[in-house]
């Protein structure tokens, strides 16, 4: 049996798009293993955010295999996984579907681990989902230099 691995996740934009920002929480409480994560970006969505936060703590896992549990308060996510709408989209190519790059590498992780979502209620004073959005917000607060280029590309494309 792999390891158990807790990942608790927040994305923020300020503004719809905006600066936006991740918040990660890794756990591995058998080798009492705990680090956090945040990285900003100068114009993003909240969506991408959410979705990048988890695709980001799944990369930074160094083993393979691992029973993951991803707490998130996004229901975009949890639905999307939960409801294999995901799997839907892969087999239409992402076609008319948003983050299709998240997505992908999403699944690329997804097939490295079993991992279960779990949605979590947002301000609900849930500790580490709380410190997930202090790190996220603070993230995208804190005048972020780094370009989602992937979603700029979208925007420029789109009009």
Same mark, same amino acid.
């Given at each position: 049996? /792999?390891? =158990? &691995?807790?990942?608790?996740?927040? /994305?923020?934009?300020?503004? +719809?798009?905006?600066?936006? /920002? %991740?918040?990660? &929480?890794?756990?591995?409480?058998?080798?009492?293993?705990?680090? !956090? %994560?945040?990285?900003?970006?100068?114009?993003?969505?909240?969506?991408?955010?959410? @979705?990048?936060?988890?695709?980001?703590? @799944? !990369?930074? @896992?160094? $083993?393979?295999?691992?029973?993951?549990?991803?707490?998130?308060? =996004?229901? %975009?996510?949890?639905?999307?996984?939960?409801?294999?709408?995901?799997?839907?989209?892969?087999?239409?190519?992402?076609?008319? &579907?948003?983050?299709?790059?998240?997505? $992908?590498?999403?699944?690329?992780?997804?097939?490295?681990?079993? &991992?279960?979502?779990?949605?979590?209620? /947002?301000?609900?004073?849930?500790?580490?989902?709380?410190?997930?959005?202090?790190?996220?917000?603070?993230?995208?607060? +804190?005048?972020?230099? !780094?370009?989602?280029?992937? %979603?700029? !590309?979208?925007?420029? +494309?789109?009009?």
């Amino acid at each position: 049996m /792999g390891a =158990s &691995i807790n990942i608790y996740t927040d /994305g923020s934009s300020l503004g +719809n798009p905006g600066p936006g /920002g %991740y918040g990660i &929480i890794l756990e591995w409480k058998k080798k009492n293993y705990i680090k !956090e %994560y945040s990285k900003g970006f100068k114009y993003t969505t909240n969506n991408r955010m959410e @979705l990048l936060a988890v695709v980001v703590a @799944l !990369e930074k @896992l160094k $083993i393979n295999r691992a029973n993951v549990v991803v707490f998130t308060d =996004s229901k %975009y996510i949890v639905d999307s996984v939960e409801l294999k709408r995901v799997f839907k989209w892969e087999n239409n190519n992402f076609k008319k &579907i948003k983050n299709p790059d998240l997505w $992908i590498r999403f699944l690329k992780m997804k097939s490295k681990h079993n &991992i279960k979502f779990i949605w979590i209620k /947002g301000h609900s004073n849930h500790p580490q989902n709380e410190r997930c959005d202090k790190l996220a917000v603070m993230a995208a607060k +804190n005048n972020p230099v !780094e370009r989602d280029l992937q %979603y700029e !590309e979208f925007v420029k +494309n789109k009009n």
